[in-house]
């Protein structure tokens, strides 16, 4: 049987050639990419998106829905790296771990949406303690979240590694608008009922996550107890691979996170730091913007894919 095709589209960006790298090493699938005179043209794009059995968009969001509206082949499933269809109900949010079931509707399904970097931490802290009753849905949150210069795509790895590279700010706040478009993926896939605030920010590393959520133990609505929600993480990731929650005792004697401490691994690391004189929590998550948080996800959803290819 031949071994099915994985079409790159927009493999020059940073989560594409990332995604490009882990997959160009192996013998279990075949890669179409486009040589860099055709990857504007929209006629060739189209024709390789309809030839290929999986294809993988890293795109800008407008982008990715007109490459997806240039699919005309029933039998073409895709991979959206970009924010377009990260709300749709029509399409499968890529984050494996999210429930039980959630593997094994990506590996059946047409239409995944990665999940965005940011994202991809918030919900895993959220979603399981929501789900255990331990946070009101109507919960008022604030995101804290520091992303390596990566996640700003091609132009924030120019600035910082480009020849005016002495001129890189060192740490930037952004989103000041308040209206950064992963807000409503949060709210949507953690199951929030009130919208968060998400204060995001990169810093002068390349690459790495570090996303913070603090808590009060007089929470409107809830009174929390720090033990309840390292207990519920801890059990709602007991069967995951790359899901792994920092034992309690080790949390204890942390006295910082390093945003680059997962880099280059496909590993999100989540965390519950515990104040009991004050009654204060904060919640944490660490990974790679480029991997879990972006490229290792995608190969991560391409695999669950496959399974059903083969079979």
């Not at 860099?36 to 969001?61: F, G, M, S, V, Y």
């Not at 570090?210 to 007991?238: F, K, M, S």
Request: proline residues 5%; glycine residues 8%; contains cysteine.
């Amino acid at each position: 049987m031949t071994s099915p095709l994985v079409f790159i589209d927009g493999d020059q960006g940073t989560t594409g050639l990332q995604i490009h790298a882990r997959l160009q090493a192996r013998r279990d699938l075949r890669l179409l990419t486009l040589p860099a005179a055709e990857r504007k043209d929209p006629r060739r794009r189209a024709q390789a998106i309809n030839t290929c059995d999986i294809a993988i968009l890293c795109l800008p969001d407008e982008a990715a829905r007109e490459a997806v509206a240039a699919i005309a082949n029933p039998a073409v499933r895709v991979i959206d790296a970009s924010s377009a269809h990260r709300t749709q109900p029509d399409w499968v949010y890529g984050f494996a771990e999210l429930n039980p079931r959630q593997a094994e509707r990506i590996a059946g399904a047409r239409r995944v949406s990665n999940p965005g970097c940011y994202p991809t931490g918030a919900i895993a802290l959220l979603h399981p303690l929501l789900q255990a009753g331990l946070l009101p849905h109507d919960i008022r949150l604030c995101i804290h979240a520091v992303s390596g210069y990566s996640g700003r795509g091609r132009s924030g790895v120019e600035e910082h590694e480009g020849k005016d590279a002495g001129q890189a700010c060192a740490f930037q706040v952004y989103g000041l608008g308040l209206a950064h478009k992963h807000t409503p993926e949060i709210r949507l896939h953690a199951g929030l009922s009130r919208r968060p605030l998400f204060v995001p920010a990169y810093g002068s590393f390349r690459q790495g996550i570090v996303l913070t959520i603090p808590l009060d133990r007089e929470q409107p609505g809830a009174t929390l107890d720090g033990a309840q929600l390292h207990a519920a993480l801890t059990h709602y990731y007991a069967a995951a691979d790359s899901v792994h929650v920092i034992a309690q005792n080790e949390a204890r004697a942390m006295t910082r996170l390093d945003p680059q401490a997962l880099n280059g691994s496909n590993d999100l690391q989540l965390g519950v730091f515990i104040n009991e004189e004050h009654g204060q929590f904060l919640l944490s998550a660490v990974f790679d913007n480029l991997g879990k948080g972006a490229s290792g996800a995608a190969v991560q959803n391409l695999d669950l894919m496959l399974t059903q290819w083969k079979n």
